[in-house]
């Protein structure tokens, strides 16, 4: 079966360090992978895409990495600040053609100041 | 104003009553959806929309039904709400594949079935 994993446990860094969130799948032919970030009660809010022939996407201090041969998806956040303390989920399209992302279920990040 | 607009924001309601879910967008994306977001669970699909003739069922459709009034407009029901239902919804919509699909989130209805 289809699955999409991230890392269940928070993530808690020192302010001004460089966060790492890792997004693993199996069983997927994604031809592109989203992350997005989600405050407490809050809908998700898309951040960056990446498509299966790019290796890498830069965003202001995002950065996403995309390993078609791994099944794994790296979203790094430098420099990181309180404010970027919320929990980032990856989507990525199923196979069978509906192009509906399906959503991980999310990593938590707490940035301490 | 939000692009992506849900009412009501927060209900509670009790078991065996009707409730509707609204969701009206200003992005002009023919696409919609309807989620349900649990603790522990993640997001997980109820309905979507392609176009105003075009429904689908998503990954848990049971006990709900929706509507799709207009390109702008998406509505989930409970039929008979049960406690089980008591979740966090989100309405969504995308412009499609062209650009990824990527989702455009409402603010989200807290929902509480007592």
């Known amino acids: 079966s289809q699955k999409i994993e991230q890392n269940s446990e928070a993530l808690n860094i020192q302010e001004g360090k460089t966060a790492t969130l890792t997004c693993n799948y199996t069983n997927y032919s994604p031809a592109y992978l989203q992350w997005y970030r989600q405050d407490p009660g809050r809908g998700p809010v898309f951040l960056l895409l990446?498509?299966?022939?790019?290796k890498e996407k830069r965003k202001e201090r995002l950065k996403v990495t995309f390993d078609t041969t791994l099944k794994q998806s790296l979203f790094h956040i430098t420099a990181s600040q309180p404010a970027d303390s919320a929990t980032y989920l990856c989507?990525?399209?199923?196979?069978?053609?509906?192009?509906?992302?399906?959503f991980g279920r999310g990593t938590s990040l707490i940035v301490h100041p | 104003d939000a692009d992506v607009t849900q009412t009501p924001r927060n209900r509670i309601t009790k078991t065996g009553k009707r409730i509707m879910l609204e969701c009206s967008q200003t992005k002009g994306h023919d696409r919609m959806y309807w989620y349900r977001q649990d603790p522990g669970l993640g997001l997980r699909l109820i309905y979507y929309s392609f176009d105003v003739k075009d429904i689908n069922k998503g990954e848990i459709s049971d006990g709900y039904s929706v509507s799709r009034q207009a390109q702008a407009k998406f509505s989930l029901s409970l039929e008979s709400a049960i406690p089980n239902q008591t979740a966090l919804y989100f309405c969504a919509t995308s412009p499609g594949q062209s650009s990824g699909n990527t989702i455009y989130f409402g603010e989200g209805s807290w929902l509480t079935v007592v």
């Open positions: 990446i498509r299966e022939n790019e």
């Open positions: 989507a990525l399209d199923p196979s069978g053609g509906s192009y509906i992302p399906t």
